[in-house]
């Protein structure tokens, strides 16, 4: 796991946001001002993963999604046991739903 941000819960609990290798790999080839949009997204995610924008992902109840903008997507994971959301893809649209984990 990599990348490791904390927020604070819309009623007072505080998520964590790791990344996963593939997902910091894939936002470090992003476009910097991308870079910086999901920057944005992370710490809403953190303070609130299910907050209005986000969806379920169909056929994949374990997973979830955000658009950035019009063309990029994070695909994460909620893990209320440990406050954690798991960024497992951050991509272009059409690429990102290919090869999501098991």
């Given at each position: 796991m990599?990348k490791?941000q904390g927020g604070?819960g819309?009623v007072?609990?505080?998520?964590?946001v790791?990344?996963?290798?593939k997902?910091e790999q894939?936002?470090r080839?992003?476009?910097?001002?991308?870079?910086?949009?999901?920057?944005?997204?992370?710490?809403?995610l953190a303070?609130?993963?299910?907050?209005t924008g986000?969806?379920?992902?169909e056929?994949?109840p374990?997973l979830r999604?955000?658009?950035?903008g019009?063309d990029?997507?994070i695909?994460?994971?909620i893990?209320?046991e440990?406050?954690?959301?798991?960024?497992?893809?951050?991509?272009h649209?059409?690429?990102v739903?290919?090869?999501?984990?098991?």
């Amino acid at each position: 796991m990599g990348k490791d941000q904390g927020g604070t819960g819309a009623v007072g609990r505080s998520y964590h946001v790791q990344f996963t290798r593939k997902a910091e790999q894939e936002l470090r080839e992003l476009p910097s001002q991308i870079q910086k949009r999901v920057g944005r997204w992370v710490d809403l995610l953190a303070e609130n993963p299910r907050r209005t924008g986000t969806r379920q992902l169909e056929g994949r109840p374990e997973l979830r999604r955000v658009h950035v903008g019009k063309d990029y997507v994070i695909v994460y994971m909620i893990h209320e046991e440990e406050i954690l959301v798991l960024v497992v893809r951050v991509g272009h649209r059409k690429e990102v739903y290919r090869r999501l984990p098991d």
